[in-house]
T-cell receptor, first 111, second 113 residues
Framework: QEKVQQSPESLIVPEGAMSSLNCTFSNSASQSIWWYQQHPGKGPEALISIFSNGNKKEGRLTVYLNRASLHVSLHIRDSQPSDSAVYLCAVASSGSWQLIFGSGTQLTVMP | GPKVLQIPSHQIIDMGQMVTLNCDPVSNHLYFYWYKQILGQQMEFLVNFYNGKVMEKSKLFKDQFSVERPDGSYFTLKIQPTALEDSAVYFC???????????FGSGTRLLVI
């Protein structure tokens, strides 16, 4: 069974700073990795996904995937108070229909 | 963007009774999912449904659980009978493809007393 671990559990950054979130997974054959954002009382919302080793940039978001070290990171440039939420890393394994979620990082951006 | 609607948003039910959670997925999506989240814990997969069939279920999807989507209407999760440990938030999700972004609903908060 795939295991997904996220760090840190919580992160506080000032407005305008870079926020960096980490995720490790247990299976190098994992096919796809997603980052989701979840606000209180709401369901997760897909932010960005990556399938190939390397990096992918969308707006203020950059994600880096290193399959050899089983590590993926999400970086949010110019963090805003509206970015405050729980960020979930989710991994899909080949041969399975499941998305395995980490326990999340609570990001707080202080004005 | 398109949304997944979950009805009801909250449900309180006596242990042993039956409960049906309803999900109205995004209209052109073909894959449907239920996830369970206990307060303070991570989201856990329950079941995936495609083309009228359960494709995969986890060990959390007990014999008391069932899913269906009759005639393209709501995608439902039924629990019969309910147990205290079924108290959780249940999230429905849908996706257009197997490896596509999921669209999640806002969840049904189920409390079994």
């Amino acid at each position: 069974q795939e295991k997904v671990q996220q760090s840190p559990e919580s992160l506080i950054v000032p407005e305008g700073a870079m926020s960096s979130l980490n995720c490790t997974f247990s299976n190098s054959a994992s096919q796809s990795i997603w980052w989701y954002q979840q606000h209180p009382g709401k369901g997760p919302e897909a932010l960005i996904s990556i399938f190939s080793n390397g990096n992918k940039k969308e707006g203020r978001l950059t994600v880096y995937l290193n399959r050899a070290s089983l590590h993926v990171s999400l970086h949010i440039r110019d963090s805003q108070p509206s970015d405050s939420a729980v960020y979930l890393c989710a991994v899909a394994s080949s041969g399975s229909w499941q998305l395995i979620f980490g326990s999340g990082t609570q990001l707080t951006v202080m004005p | 963007g398109p949304k997944v609607l979950q009805i009801p948003s909250h449900q309180i039910i006596d242990m042993g009774q039956m409960v049906t959670l309803n999900c109205d997925p995004v209209s052109n999506h073909l894959y449907f999912y239920w996830y369970k989240q206990i307060l303070g814990q991570q989201m856990e997969f329950l079941v995936n449904f495609y083309n009228g069939k359960v494709m995969e279920k986890s060990k959390l999807f007990k014999d008391q659980f069932s899913v269906e989507r009759p005639d393209g209407s709501y995608f439902t999760l039924k629990i019969q009978p309910t147990a205290l440990e079924d108290s959780a938030v249940y999230f429905c999700a849908s996706s257009p493809g197997r490896r596509s972004d999921y669209t999640f609903g806002s969840g049904t908060r189920l409390l079994v007393i």
